[in-house]
C-alpha cells in the first residue's frame, strides 16, 4: 500500500537552471521507478548551509510530496545516498489523516439536555461558559536571533529551540512612528512522522526569515542561584522557509537563563501533535 512521503534534498550549488531541472527530473524518475507517485515539487533555490558539508557552504533546495510504498524506501536511500547531484537529503513519513469521529450517542444527549436547559433558564450561565470555546494560536513572521540549538531529553526526544525577532510600528511619545522589535523563545519538538526538530535545526540558521505557527506555553523551575525563574515561550506545530537565501546579521534577543534537563515522560515521537509537559524540555 502507498503511504504519503515528503523528501526535502539539497542539490549542488555550482549547477545551473537546467542543471537543477535535470536533477529535479532524475529524483522524479526515482520514485516512478521504484513504485511511486510524485505529487508536487517545491524549488525553494540557495540558501546556506547551518554547516559545512563535503566541503560545501551553501546548496540549492527542494521539497517534494510523492507516494510510495514504505517497503522501498530503503531502495530510495541508497540511491540518493550515491548521486552525484544531491548531497544531502532528508526522507519523511506523512501522519495519515484521522476520519472524523462521529459524536456519540450519550454525548449527544447530553448535549441536548444542556441546551434545553440553558433554553428554561436554569443554570444558563454555566452551561454558556461549559460550551464556550477556547483559542491559544500563535502566528510569528520574523528572524532568527540566534541559530537553532537542538538538545534531547533523557527520554531520547529531540527538542529544538532558538528566537525570532518580529517588528512592528507604532506613534513614540513625541508622537512620531517608531519602529519596535519583540523578541520570542521558540520551541520545536518532532510532530508524529515529521522530524520537524531536526529540519528546523539542520536547514536555518541566525538571521533566516521563517514563519512560525503553534501556541503559547508559560513554565517556571528553579535557577542555580535558588531563585524562581518563569519562561512563556511558543510551542511550534508550523515553520516555514520564507527567504531564498538565509541572511546574517539579525538583532540578538534577551538571554535567560535555561532550566536543567528533566525527565522525559515517554511521550513517543509518533504520537501526532503532542501536549507537551514543560519540565519535559531539556533547556
Known sequence: MLRDYEILYIVRPELDDEGLQQA?????????????????????GRRRLA????????????????????????????????????????IVRKPEPRAPRKPKAKAVAAAAAAAAAAAAGGGRGRAERRLMS?????????RLTRDPEMRYTPGGQPVTSFGVATNRYGGGTDGDRKEFTDFHNIVVWNIGKRNLAEI??????????????????????????????QRTEVVATEVQFLDSRSSAGAAGGPSDELPPLSEDPGVGAGAGVRDVDPDDIPF
Open 51 to 90: 554547516y559545512e558539508v563535503r566541503h560545501l557552504r551553501e546548496g540549492q533546495y527542494v521539497l517534494t510530496d510523492f507516494q510510495l510504498d514504505p517497503a522501498r524506501v530503503p531502495e530510495m536511500e541508497t540511491t540518493l545516498k550515491i548521486s552525484d547531484t544531491v548531497f544531502r537529503h532528508l
Open 200 to 229: 528546523v535545526a539542520q536547514y536555518t540558521r541566525k538571521g533566516a526569515l521563517i514563519y512560525v505557527e503553534g501556541r503559547l506555553q508559560t513554565r517556571s523551575w528553579e535557577g542555580q542561584d535558588g531563585q524562581k525563574r
Open 24 to 44: 529535479v527530473a532524475s529524483v522524479d524518475k526515482l520514485i516512478e521507478s521504484i513504485g511511486g507517485i510524485g505529487q508536487k515539487t517545491d524549488v525553494w
Open 134 to 142: 477556547n483559542l491559544n494560536k500563535v502566528m510569528l513572521i520574523g
